[in-house]
């Protein structure tokens, strides 16, 4: 089975409904692989953020009160097969830090047919946050993932 890591800043809002929202999908596709997430900066244990949590919750039905995030460690980057890091520069920043690693690091908007980063929600209303997790899905839709963790990336 192979894992995708998603990255975002704490770990409380982008990157684990992107884990929650690929997690959902590839059990319903019968895709055999796995989403975690972690945050470049994370405040380790913290839950995600409440507006995370409803809009999981409300648009997708899907509870994430498990989540605590982590913060990104080189055991991480080592068991990930993919990275995908929510803007360039996490990218850089895990490009800059961790730099043996990059031959399997991506920022979102390289992989993705919108082509752009995905913007912080952190601190913002509950309908930013929906467009924020709706944006990541339409990533998750577009992006191939058999092929894409499979063959394009040398896996």
């Given at each position: 089975m192979?894992?995708?890591?998603?990255?975002?800043?704490?770990?409380t809002?982008?990157?684990?409904?992107?884990?929650?929202?690929?997690?959902?999908?590839?059990?319903?596709?019968?895709?055999?692989?796995?989403?975690?997430?972690?945050?470049?900066?994370?405040?380790?244990?913290?839950?995600?953020?409440?507006?995370?949590?409803?809009?999981?919750?409300?648009?997708?039905?899907?509870?994430?009160?498990?989540?605590k995030?982590?913060?990104?460690?080189?055991?991480?980057?080592?068991?990930?097969?993919?990275?995908?890091?929510?803007?360039?520069?996490?990218?850089?920043?895990?490009?800059?830090?961790y730099?043996?690693?990059?031959?399997?690091?991506?920022?979102?908007?390289?992989?993705?047919?919108?082509?752009?980063?995905?913007?912080?929600?952190?601190?913002?209303?509950?309908?930013i946050?929906?467009?924020?997790?709706?944006?990541?899905?339409r990533?998750?839709?577009?992006?191939?993932?058999?092929?894409?963790?499979?063959?394009?990336?040398?896996?």
């Amino acid at each position: 089975m192979k894992t995708v890591l998603f990255v975002c800043t704490g770990n409380t809002c982008r990157s684990p409904m992107a884990e929650a929202l690929a997690n959902d999908m590839f059990k319903a596709s019968g895709i055999e692989a796995r989403a975690i997430s972690c945050g470049v900066f994370a405040n380790g244990g913290v839950p995600a953020s409440k507006n995370a949590l409803e809009a999981m919750k409300n648009g997708w039905g899907i509870d994430i009160r498990a989540h605590k995030a982590k913060m990104i460690s080189e055991e991480g980057l080592e068991k990930a097969d993919i990275v995908i890091a929510m803007t360039t520069g996490h990218k850089n920043h895990l490009f800059g830090t961790y730099p043996k690693f990059t031959e399997k690091i991506y920022a979102i908007k390289e992989i993705c047919e919108e082509g752009r980063d995905i913007d912080d929600p952190f601190g913002a209303n509950l309908d930013i946050y929906m467009q924020c997790a709706k944006q990541i899905e339409r990533f998750l839709k577009s992006f191939d993932w058999e092929e894409g963790v499979y063959d394009c990336f040398g896996l």
